[in-house]
T-cell receptor, first 107, second 114 residues
Framework: GIQVEQSPPDLILQEGANSTLRCNFS?????LQWFHQNPWGQLINLFY???GTKQNGRLSATTVATERYSLLYISSSQTTDSGVYFC?????????FGRGTSLIVHP | DTGVSQDPRHKITKRGQNVTFRCDPI?????LYWYRQTLGQGPEFLTY????????KSRLLSDRFSAERPKGSFSTLEIQRTEQGDSAMYLC????????????FGPGTRLTVL
């Protein structure tokens, strides 16, 4: 199956800092999503981005499918951005999740 | 448009007991997925339905696990003879169509097996 690697595994930021999270995958994919898991375990959709670039407020994402990676940018981070960020990729209808990046934003 | 709902949100049971979880997907989503998540890991795929048909099952889904989606709407996941290793968060997700596979997750059911 598809291998998914996320980096860094852990990230600690001061409020207001910018960050880039990376998702590498081992095979071509038709589906790619970024999620934020809050402290209560809820997975919140950030982007559905099998290719190209999207932006939503302070967050943006870019997927370069031919080079098998995706990036999630968080600008001007806030304490509410804390949590675990997952990418999920799939060549068919069944996605494989990475192990996530745990983000802590200090005030 | 309400999101995906799951019930119960928490379940504590004794080893050897049977448990059943329910998932109500977003209405008109014809795809429904079950995942399991343990501490420090990403969600792991268990099984997937398109309408009422169960199309894929993971090797993680042992014989003690069974899932149904009888009318193509809500789904149930049953675990028989629970073991301590079954303790995890069980997540349900739904997606609209074959050509739009963006998944939306419910809040999960946290299972603790004593």
């Amino acid at each position: 199956g598809i291998q998914v690697e996320q980096s860094p595994p852990d990230l600690i930021l001061q409020e207001g800092a910018n960050s880039t999270l990376r998702c590498n995958f081992s095979d071509s994919v038709n589906n790619l999503q970024w999620f934020h898991q809050n402290p209560w375990g809820q997975l919140i959709n950030l982007f559905y981005i099998p290719s190209g670039t999207k932006q939503n407020g302070r967050l943006s994402a870019t997927t370069v499918a031919t080079e098998r990676y995706s990036l999630l940018y968080i600008s001007s981070s806030q304490t509410t951005d804390s949590g675990v960020y997952f990418c999920a990729v799939g060549g068919s209808y069944i996605p494989t999740f990475g192990r996530g990046t745990s983000l802590i934003v200090h005030p | 448009d309400t999101g995906v709902s799951q019930d119960p949100r928490h379940k504590i049971t004794k080893r050897g007991q049977n448990v059943t979880f329910r998932c109500d997907p977003i209405s008109e989503h014809n795809r429904l997925y079950w995942y399991r998540q343990t501490l420090g890991q990403g969600p792991e795929f268990l099984t997937y339905f398109q309408n009422e048909a169960q199309l894929e099952k993971s090797r993680l889904l042992s014989d003690r696990f069974s899932a149904e989606r009888p009318k193509g709407s809500f789904s149930t996941l049953e675990i028989q003879r629970t073991e301590q290793g079954d303790s995890a968060m069980y997540l349900c997700a739904s997606s609209p169509t074959a050509w739009d596979n963006e998944q939306f997750f419910g809040p999960g059911t946290r299972l603790t097996v004593l």
